[in-house]
């Protein structure tokens, strides 16, 4: 199976739950500037700059929250706790800005985990 169409999954999976909501943390490039030309099928800027979109450097493909029920001293509240799943195949491998963004979420006390089949989600 790609890591797409595991990523597709998982994320129909974790959302079919009342209490988890994920989100497609995508990732692009993408250039501003003057526009100089505008024909349709092209644009020419000046001053050109590069923007990179991303949440951070190394952080999962998915995010987003998971509702529980707080403790005795907070009575019957609900709190969102940061989820953040990396999606990898069999053979995928996690580079070492992605395990560091997982390691931070957990260390923080949020939920983080790596996914290399759907059933693993299911932890969550």
């Known amino acids: 199976m790609s890591e797409k169409n595991l990523q597709n999954q998982v994320f129909v999976r974790l959302n079919s739950r009342r209490d988890v909501r994920v989100f497609r943390n995508n990732v692009g490039v993408g250039f501003m500037g003057t526009v100089i030309v505008e024909d349709g099928s092209k644009i020419i800027l000046g001053n050109a700059r590069r923007?990179?979109?991303?949440?951070h450097e190394g952080s999962a493909d998915l995010i987003g929250w998971k509702s529980v029920k707080i403790t005795p001293d907070m009575v019957g509240k609900t709190a969102a706790v940061f989820i953040s799943v990396e999606i990898k195949t069999a053979k995928g491998v996690m580079s070492k800005a992605q395990k560091n963004w997982?390691?931070?979420?957990?260390?923080?006390?949020?939920?983080?985990?790596?996914?290399?089949?759907?059933?693993q989600v299911d932890k969550i």
């Open 102 to 119: 997982l390691e931070q979420v957990r260390a923080a006390g949020g939920i983080a985990i790596e996914a290399r089949e759907i059933l």
């Open 51 to 55: 923007i990179r979109f991303v949440l």
